[in-house]
Structures are given as structure tokens and as C-alpha cells.
């Protein structure tokens, strides 16, 4: 993803991300949003992962999928595709952030997901660098 427009939208998301009030603390490590268009909805999934131990679900603003789904109309004209799902990853305590993106599976990253299990699996799954 070598273009301007689409790098601005990429530190956008990471923004309202880190603004929403329950990220607000300094007990996380990382923290992941799916965001999803699979089958014509649109939906966003997210999970905090706490220094402790342990996983609590958790959404930034509405503001995020907006811009999420902006940097996924930009991307489908430089290449011609659209993706499924998106699932980002945000670390501290370098807040690095990092986006995958799914052509091929449209429940890669969904509960739904049979292959996953449980709530507790699909969390897991989620996880940053699992």
C-alpha cells in the first residue's frame, strides 16, 4: 500500500482508535478491530488484551468504520479488488500499529467462523502476534 491518501486514512484509524474512551487506561498491551464487509454487511468486532492476563471485547467510535471503510474504497481503486475484512493491530508500549487485510476468506476473522470455537478461541485468534 504505497499511496498517500491511503497512508493518511491507515494514521486516521490508528487516532480514533486510540481515542476512544475505553482504551483510555494504561492496563492494555494491544489491541485488535476487525473490520468487516463480508457478504455485503458491515460490522465491527474489537478486544483489548490486558498486561494481567485476560481479554475484554471493546469498539472505538462508529467514526472508525467510516474510515475504514474509506481506506477500503481507496484500495479497491489502486487495485481493482476489494477485501473482505481488515484486522488491526495496535501495541504498546511503541503503539505500533498493523493492518491485515483478507482477499480470499470472508470469515477469516469472524466468530462465525466454525473453525474457531468459542468466544474465547475467536479472542485468541484476534490476539496481537498470535
Known amino acids: 500500500m504505497k499511496n498517500r491518501a491511503c497512508d493518511e486514512l491507515v494514521m486516521e484509524i ?3 482508535i486510540l481515542r476512544c474512551e475505553d482504551y483510555q487506561n494504561d492496563l492494555w498491551w494491544g489491541l485488535s478491530v ?6 455485503g454487511d458491515t460490522s465491527m468486532t474489537g478486544y483489548i488484551y490486558y498486561y494481567k492476563g485476560g481479554y475484554e471485547a471493546a469498539l472505538p467510535e462508529s467514526d472508525t468504520m467510516r474510515k475504514i471503510r474509506a481506506l477500503r474504497a481507496e484500495m479497491e481503486k489502486l487495485e481493482e479488488k476489494s477485501w473482505h475484512q481488515c ?3 495496535i501495541t ?3 503503539y ?3 493492518i491485515q487485510f483478507e482477499y480470499n476468506e470472508p470469515e477469516r476473522w ?8 468459542g468466544i474465547g478461541e475467536f ?8
Open 14 to 16: 490508528g487516532e480514533l
Open 34 to 39: 476487525v473490520g468487516d464487509f463480508a457478504y
Open 87 to 89: 484486522l488491526i493491530h
Open 92 to 94: 504498546r508500549p511503541h
Open 96 to 98: 505500533k500499529m498493523n
Open 110 to 117: 469472524s466468530l462465525s467462523n466454525k473453525s474457531l470455537g
Open 123 to 130: 479472542a485468541e485468534r484476534l490476539k496481537p502476534g498470535a
